[in-house]
């Protein structure tokens, strides 16, 4: 469990749909999400997140940029860029890996968090994102 910032109630009715084939990277990201009063739910794969989305509608989503299946967190953002009612929904990109800080930002994503991830990082993007939302 992570130990809550000072702010428990911080992601407060924020809901978060965290999507990676690693169930212990999703049992970590939800632990940090609930720890700070957020709502998290998680997808192992981008056809199983979108799917999920189109019934939960999340405030936020927190995906792995290298995921398997043959679908990447690329896919699953063009997916949502492209039109309907989750067109809006912000998408934070994550990866390990050197380099796809660089390719998040050539794309539409909203934010990149570098894994492994950082608990106070993770609740300032999420809150950012939501709130640029919001406006």
């Known amino acids: 469990m992570v130990a ?3 702010a428990s109630r911080l992601l407060d009715r924020v809901h978060v749909l965290i999507v990676d084939e690693d169930p212990a990277t999703c049992a ?3 632990d940090i999400v609930t720890a700070h009063g957020g709502v998290a739910n998680v ?3 981008a056809d199983r997140a979108v799917e ?3 019934v939960v509608r999340p405030s936020v989503v927190v995906s792995d940029l290298r995921l398997g ?3 990447s967190g690329v896919w699953l953002l063009d997916q949502f860029r492209g039109g309907g009612a989750l067109a ?3 998408v934070i990109a994550m990866s390990a890996f050197a380099g796809d800080d660089a390719l ?3 794309l539409p994503f909203s934010a990149f968090v570098r894994k492994p ?3 106070r990082e993770l609740c300032a993007l999420i809150l950012g994102v939501v709130d640029r939302r919001a406006r």
Do not use: N, Y
Request: neutral net charge; proline residues 12%.
């Open 4 to 6: 809550p910032m000072a």
């Open 28 to 30: 970590v990201l939800a």
């Open 43 to 45: 997808a192992a794969s």
């Open 52 to 54: 999920f989305a189109a």
């Open 69 to 71: 299946g043959g679908k």
């Open 88 to 90: 809006s929904v912000p």
């Open 104 to 106: 998040a930002g050539s």
């Open 117 to 119: 991830v950082d608990p």
